[in-house]
């Protein structure tokens, strides 16, 4: 059966946020296919995954070219389903990659140079089949590259037609504001930054990059809302053989992060969630949308039933000052 996206899919479930000053809205809730989207996963489930994303209002998925494994896959898999099912929808859709991490041998193949940059964004086209992208992201910051040679390649990208508009990921607070300055003086239309952030870790806010992201009219996404998956049910009662810190796949959650000090917080952290009628999940991702300032948050997803449960989070987006401090004592304890 060819699909057909829901016709209710615009009915008020999500909340669509605008991008700092720009023109471009964001769903509050975005897809990432950082996992479960290589060659060796399931494609019948990418499909489930990116359908029920799309009837659930969401309307940005995210990659990079590093997203797999192996890197790469990640862009085939998506490019295979919005050239297929998805493909009279692409009007309807966000859709942005990165390059920044190594990705192909020799010194042409990582970091920020203008080569790299360019040569990794055409190479990103190929796979998803696209003319263009609509956000391109530097990855990372590169001290080895003048950030003014990074961002001029952003510029070009847009002005070769390639990319929309263009973020950077991963970016210190100084190292942003610069970025920020230079794109400014070219007039590319710099929209985002990309960064870490969750309760349990509140990198987004060090060195004041999330208040100078607000001051400059930059919209923010966050990456990494769940904690990996701390900041769910899933480990409240040990460790599923199914899990990412279970199943010896993944290795940015491993066992040794389960300890009995993290199930504890998470715990406490649940019951909260639990008077305010969601799940841990739900709180996690309301707790960061809760500053209007901040764009969208990017779930990563290994079954259908969890985006869902994740849309839910803005029915509540409220915090009382009870509940903020709570949290706060909870989680910056450990």
């Known amino acids: 059966m060819p699909f057909v996206a829901d016709a209710n899919r615009y009915d008020g479930r999500m909340l669509y946020r605008y991008s700092g000053n720009s023109g471009l809205k964001l769903p509050a809730v975005s897809l990432g296919l950082w996992h479960n989207f290589g060659f060796a996963d399931s494609f019948a489930n990418m499909k489930d995954l990116l359908f029920t994303a799309f009837n659930a209002g969401i309307t940005h998925f995210d990659l990079a070219n590093n997203y797999g494994p192996p890197p790469g896959s990640a862009e085939e898999n998506f490019g295979k389903v919005i050239n297929g099912e998805l493909k009279p ?90 970025a920020i300055q230079v794109l400014r003086e070219l007039k590319t239309p710099f929209i985002i930054h990309q960064n870490r952030y969750s309760i349990l870790d ?7 990059l999330k208040t100078m992201l607000a001051e400059k009219g930059v919209g923010l996404i966050t990456y990494s809302p769940l904690a990996q998956g701390l900041l769910t049910n899933r480990y409240l009662h040990g460790i599923p053989t199914d899990s990412r810190a279970g199943n010896g796949k993944q290795t940015f959650l491993s066992r040794d992060r389960i300890t009995e000090q993290q199930v ?22 309301s707790w960061i949308l809760k500053d209007e300032t901040t ?22 987006l409220a915090f009382s000052p009870e509940e903020l401090a709570a949290i706060d004592r909870i989680s910056l304890s450990k």
């Open 89 to 178: 929808y692409r009007d309807e859709l966000v859709i942005s990659t990165k390059a920044g991490f190594r990705h192909w041998d020799g010194p042409y193949g990582d970091r920020g140079s203008r080569k790299y940059l360019l040569a990794s964004l055409d190479q990103s086209l190929r796979r998803m089949g696209l003319e263009y992208v609509d956000i391109f992201y530097h990855h990372r910051p590169d001290d080895e590259t003048p950030i003014e040679e990074s961002m001029m390649a952003l510029d070009q990208a847009v002005r070769q037609g390639k990319a929309l508009y263009v973020g950077i990921s991963n970016y210190r607070a100084d190292q942003a504001e610069k």
């Open 202 to 208: 509140r990198n987004a806010e060090q060195g004041g």
């Open 264 to 285: 504890q917080i998470s715990t406490q952290l649940n019951e909260i969630a639990q008077k305010r009628g969601q799940t841990l999940a739900q709180m996690a991702l």
């Open 295 to 316: 764009t969208s948050v990017l779930i990563g997803a290994s079954k259908p039933s969890q985006i869902t449960d994740c849309v839910g989070c803005l029915k509540n």
